[in-house]
């Protein structure tokens, strides 16, 4: 209560950022919130894969409260001290299983930071990459539709919450045919998008020309995209 009367009378002030307003209200002596992102995100860097702190905590409250608003976020400060090795866990799977099964090499070909967080949910539901292969395929499919659709153009937040309710259909049922996003895309779209990082459509197709593994002009080997694409490239 103390800590939204603070964000009420500072947002005469100063703005308060979502980050902000959740290390206020989780601070405990155990437990400092901007140093665990701090240290989260640093470890992410490493692998190549790092993101926004709000992308973070949208992730955790994906885990906590099934939704990615300001307000689930709020929501979760309760439960988030307790549940962090868990959701950072989670976090962690969903990466891995991106770069393994979708090919996407580094954060910065993600098209939209949200949409990871269904991703999420679902590994703190089922903790392993080890998954049976009708499974692999429906979360592969939940990503390349959800690429090439024009599904988080708007009402983000909403569609994420929809996506998470999917997941738990589909650790029910792994045959379910859940996502059915319509995907316009011809080879005139292709022509037209320049291959760089720049706008969700341009990131799409770049995981697009990921997934089929390219190969270096001079000597045909497969390239390193990691590498090429890191977080100080």
Excluded at 79 to 105: G, R, Y
Excluded at 164 to 178: G, P, S, V
Aim: glycine content about 4%; aromatic content about 10%.
């Amino acid at each position: 209560v103390a800590t939204k009367i603070f964000e009420r009378l500072n947002n005469t002030g100063s703005p308060l950022s979502i980050v902000d307003l959740m290390v206020a209200m989780t601070y405990t002596r155990e437990f400092n919130l901007r140093d665990k992102l701090k240290e989260l995100s640093q470890e992410l860097e490493t692998g190549n894969f790092g993101l926004p702190d709000r992308a973070l905590l949208q992730g955790i409250a994906s885990c906590l409260m099934k939704g990615i608003t300001r307000e689930d976020i709020e929501n979760s400060s309760q439960e988030i001290a307790e549940n962090w090795d868990n959701a950072i866990k989670s976090i962690k799977l969903a990466i891995d299983f991106l770069k393994k099964h979708c090919s996407v090499p580094t954060s910065k070909f993600i098209p939209y930071n949200t949409m990871i967080a269904p991703l999420i949910y679902f590994f703190s539901k089922k903790p392993t990459l080890q998954l049976a292969p009708e499974l692999i395929k429906r979360l592969k499919r939940f990503f390349w539709l959800g690429v090439f659709s024009d599904r988080y153009i708007q009402s983000q937040d909403t569609k994420i919450a929809e996506d998470i309710q999917r997941m738990d259909e589909l650790l029910l049922d792994n045959k379910k045919d859940l996502f059915k996003y319509r995907v316009k895309v011809n080879d005139y779209d292709v022509l037209l998008t320049d291959a760089n990082f720049g706008s969700a459509t341009s990131n799409a197709f770049m995981c697009f020309f990921a997934s089929r593994t390219p190969l270096e002009f001079k000597n045909n080997e497969k390239i390193n995209l990691e590498r090429n694409f890191g977080q100080e490239n």
